[in-house]
């Protein structure tokens, strides 16, 4: 009975730490994703008062730009 219970500690031990690893690795992402977007967001403010045509861009960024503005990507 105490060997199970040893296991089963080790396991939830095993599982807290991969728990810990994953949520500040979630954390990090999230960082990143919001310095990407103050970027992003900065970039095509640049480009437009210089008079760089974002039409230029491919539809998927024009879109990603354009979601961005509307408030998407929180």
Not at 10 to 18: G, P
Not at 28 to 46: G, M, P, V
Request: charged content about 25%.
């Amino acid at each position: 009975m105490n060997e199970q219970l040893n296991e089963m500690t080790k396991a939830i031990n095993k599982a807290e730490i991969a728990m810990k690893a994953a949520a500040w690795q979630l954390e990090s992402q999230r960082s990143d994703i919001d310095q990407l977007r103050k970027c992003l967001f900065e970039l095509a403010y640049t480009a437009e008062e210089n008079g760089i045509n974002l039409v230029t861009l491919t539809k998927t960024s024009q879109d990603t730009i354009v979601a961005l503005r509307l408030g998407g990507f929180k």
